[in-house]
Nanobody, 114 residues
Framework: QVQLVETGGGLVQPGGSLRLSCAAS????????????VDWYRQAPGKQREFVAR??EYAPSVCDRFTISRDNGKNTVYLQMNTLKVEDTARYYC?????????WGQGTGVTVAS
């Protein structure tokens, strides 16, 4: 079993920044470096869930504004989001495919509005 818990969402003005965190626990944390495969998705109201970022890969809409990073000691993956736009408003999820099973966190909401 793998547990993923996202935190850090909230309301921010356009142009602002947020840092999301995804804490991984369970069987994933016992395998060295395994959580490097954790990636980020988002789902805006009325839209399908879409890929945002993984190690060395970003969606074109965020590649010059978002940065994914990791703290190995804390089994945590971060998504630093800068220069946020209204269209970044969505629920953000971390995800991993581990031993053939897809695990998702509960998500954290990000609202970009003035």
């Amino acid at each position: 079993q793998v547990q993923l818990v996202e935190t850090g969402g909230g309301l921010v003005q356009p142009g602002g920044s947020l840092r999301l965190s995804c804490a991984a626990s369970g069987s994933l944390s016992s395998t060295r470096g395994a959580f490097q495969a954790v990636d980020w998705y988002r789902q805006a109201p009325g839209k399908q869930r879409e890929f945002v970022a993984r190690r060395y890969e970003y969606a074109p809409s965020v590649c010059d504004r978002f940065t994914i990073s990791r703290d190995n000691g804390k089994n945590t993956v971060y998504l630093q989001m800068n220069t946020l736009k209204v269209e970044d408003t969505a629920r953000y999820y971390c995800h991993i495919a581990w031993k053939g099973v897809h695990y998702w966190g509960q998500g954290t909401g990000v609202t970009v509005a003035s």
